[in-house]
Every structure is written in structure tokens, then in C-alpha cells.
């Protein structure tokens, strides 16, 4: 593997994007340098790119690791441009998907099981704020006109799939899905899903198509309507405690979703003995704990991230067959700044995705 990139350590490919120079900087057009097209790589010419949460956490360096510039993004739909002599997987034309991972070390354990999101070598691996190794420069994101992946970790999108609202899939998407899939949702289990933002609307079709009793917390009685729409087969107010206490011990998951600091206390009195919820979003600050409620019924409180590529290529099949995509908005780059003061409102229905064509206007 490593011997495949010697060859690529003086070349590289210009990419224009946007990304954030500083903290406090606004996102604001840029160039930046790409490893060039190595033997296994293959070069993706983006079409659409989501826009998560977890970008705005990165530009802004909320979580204490971001080096600048920093390009987000990892939401990517689109074409392959070029591919490496030893690609055998993809060929220019096809339409794929490149979603938080671009690399592993891919000889721990977790690798060798497909569960490359959990990599002994921690996140160095990431699309955006990981390690370019070839080059030796950070990682940058889908928040531009093309990418450079090896072929292990570039995914096939349906084909039956609108790309631009299928491009949340591969964070949005796979973060519900995995949860979903390894704590066994589906016939006879009831699902609650909290909080009806870009991963909890995901959360509810995904669980809805499993075939589980679904569940919506929020605390917002104007998302009644379009929770029942997105497949919640009950809405449940979290600040009525009459609803809350009408559905004690009676869920084998739940999923959180909220990515705000919050009270996790009244949910754990809702599971079943033995049951668990898991934590998805990740909020900046510690959220307190309540033992109590999980030792008094052997409850699980647990955290789940991404999945491995070979689950997300599933989660990526599942909703081709079930016709399983986001919600989306879409937007040209230049409206980048002014989506992330909209998600931190939570004014979206539910993801925005850039279409990356606005991009070579600004080029022009």
C-alpha cells in the first residue's frame, strides 16, 4: 500500500473550495493542494456535498483539533473524474459517495473487522481534520470541486437515488443506521428516536423501513406533522410528563440524536430492563449522567459513531431498495455562512446540501 504513493511525494493536484482560515473566520473561497491520482486512488469531480453539524464543530474548532485552512464536508456525492491503474472497483462516469473516512490503518483489530470508524490509529483517517500521509498535510473536505480517495473507501450510490438528497446518507445516514442495525430494530422492537434534526429525521425513515414501532421525542408540538410524515408511528412531548410517563419501560432502543447539552434523566426511565440508548449526537460540553435509573434495571447507556465502510455501503443499498433519502435544501457555496447560522436555529428541513456547480461560478 505504501509502496503505491512513493511515487506521488512531489505531485499534486490545485483544489478550489471554501473553507475557514481561523475560529472566527467566515468560510471565504481558497485553493489548497491534493495528493495527485496514486496507483489505487480514484479522482472524484463533486457534484453536491452535505452539510452536518459536525462541519460547523470543525470550522470553528469546537472540538480542539482543527488546523487551518480547514475545508469541511464529508457528505460527497459525485463522478469519477480519473482512476489509478490498479483501480478495479470504479470507472470514470460511475456515480459514487466518499462520507467521513478516506483511510485506516487497516490492520488493527477494528479494520480487520470492517469497523474502521473505531481504527486503533483514532482519526487520522478523516475526510476532513485527519492526515493526508502521502503528503503529509491535513485532510480536507468535500466543501470543493473534486477529491482524491483510495478505492477502499469510496462507496456506490443507487442509481435510482436523487444524488443531491442521497448525499446525507453518508453521515446523516449511516450514523443512524448503525445503531439501528447492531442493537436489532425491526419487527417487534420499539424505537425512540430524539430530537427531529438532520440525524433525527434519518433516524425515524430508517427505523420506520426496518419495520420497528417508531418513536419521536421532541419538544417542539409544531413537529407533530411532519414526525408522523417521516414515519414516527407515536410523537411524544419530552416536557409532558403525563406522555413521557405513559410510555415508562417500554422501549428496547433509543437514539439521541441532539447535539445540544441536555437532560438525559427522564429517558433512561423509558427503557425496557436490559434495553439501551445510545448516544449519536455530540455535544460540546460533558452532558450529565443519572446512574440510578440505569442500575435500578440493568439499562445500557451507550455511544456509537459512523459505520465501517461495508456497513455503509449496505445502509446505501437498504435505501436504494426502500427509495430512502434526506430532506434537503439545497444551496450554492456562496450560502455557506448563512446555513450554519440557520442549523444552529434549527432552521432547515432537515439537511442542507451545496450544490458544488455554484462553485465554478465563483471560479468564473
Known amino acids: 500500500m505504501v509502496d503505491a504513493f512513493k511515487i506521488l511525494e512531489t505531485s499534486m493536484l490545485i483544489c478550489t473550495g471554501y473553507g475557514a482560515t481561523s475560529p472566527s473566520a467566515d468560510l471565504a473561497p481558497l485553493t489548497f493542494n491534493r495528493r495527485d491520482v496514486g496507483q489505487n486512488d480514484v479522482e472524484i469531480e463533486i457534484l453536491y456535498c452535505g452539510v452536518c453539524h459536525s462541519d460547523i464543530h470543525f470550522a470553528r474548532d469546537e472540538w480542539h483539533f482543527t488546523q487551518y485552512p480547514a475545508v469541511p464536508g464529508h457528505e460527497i456525492v459525485g463522478k469519477v473524474k480519473s482512476a489509478g491503474s490498479g483501480v478495479s472497483k470504479y470507472k470514470v462516469g460511475d456515480l459514487v459517495g466518499v462520507g467521513c473516512m478516506v483511510n485506516s490503518c487497516r490492520t488493527c483489530s477494528a479494520c480487520q473487522e470492517g469497523l474502521e ?51 446525507p446518507l453518508l453521515c446523516a445516514g449511516i450514523t443512524t443506521y448503525s445503531p439501528l442495525r447492531h442493537w436489532g430494530a425491526g419487527p417487534g422492537k420499539k424505537v425512540g428516536i430524539i430530537g427531529l434534526g438532520g440525524l433525527g429525521h434519518m433516524g425515524l425513515k430508517l427505523a420506520h423501513a426496518m419495520g420497528a414501532q417508531t418513536a419521536l421525542f421532541t419538544t417542539s408540538a409544531s413537529k407533530v ?29 433509543i437514539i439521541d440524536t441532539v447535539s445540544a447539552s441536555h437532560d438525559l434523566a427522564p429517558y433512561f426511565g423509558l427503557l425496557k430492563r436490559d434495553a439501551t440508548m445510545v448516544q449519536v449526537g455530540a ?42 433519502t434526506a430532506d434537503v435544501e439545497m444551496i450554492p457555496i456562496q450560502k455557506i455562512n448563512e446555513a450554519y447560522e440557520r442549523m444552529l436555529k434549527s432552521d432547515v428541513k432537515y439537511r442542507f446540501c451545496i450544490d458544488m456547480k455554484s462553485l465554478q461560478a465563483e471560479a468564473a
Open 117 to 167: 470508524q473505531y481504527c486503533a490509529d483514532g482519526l487520522t483517517g478523516q475526510t476532513y481534520g485527519g492526515t493526508d500521509k502521502v503528503i503529509n498535510e491535513p485532510s480536507k473536505g468535500g466543501y470543493s470541486d473534486r477529491i482524491v480517495v483510495d478505492e477502499n473507501f469510496v462507496l456506490r450510490m443507487p442509481e435510482n437515488l436523487d444524488p443531491a438528497a442521497a448525499a
Open 283 to 324: 455535544p460540546e460540553h460533558p452532558l450529565p449522567i443519572s446512574v440510578f435509573p440505569l442500575l435500578m434495571r440493568r439499562r445500557n447507556f451507550a455511544g456509537s459513531m459512523i459505520g465501517g465502510i461495508k456497513e455503509t455501503q449496505e445502509m446505501l443499498d437498504f435505501c436504494g431498495e426502500h427509495g430512502i
Open 225 to 253: 406533522e411532519d414526525a408522523k410524515k417521516l414515519g414516527a408511528d407515536v410523537v411524544i412531548l419530552s416536557k409532558d410528563e403525563a406522555q413521557m410517563a405513559e410510555h415508562a419501560e417500554t422501549f428496547d432502543l
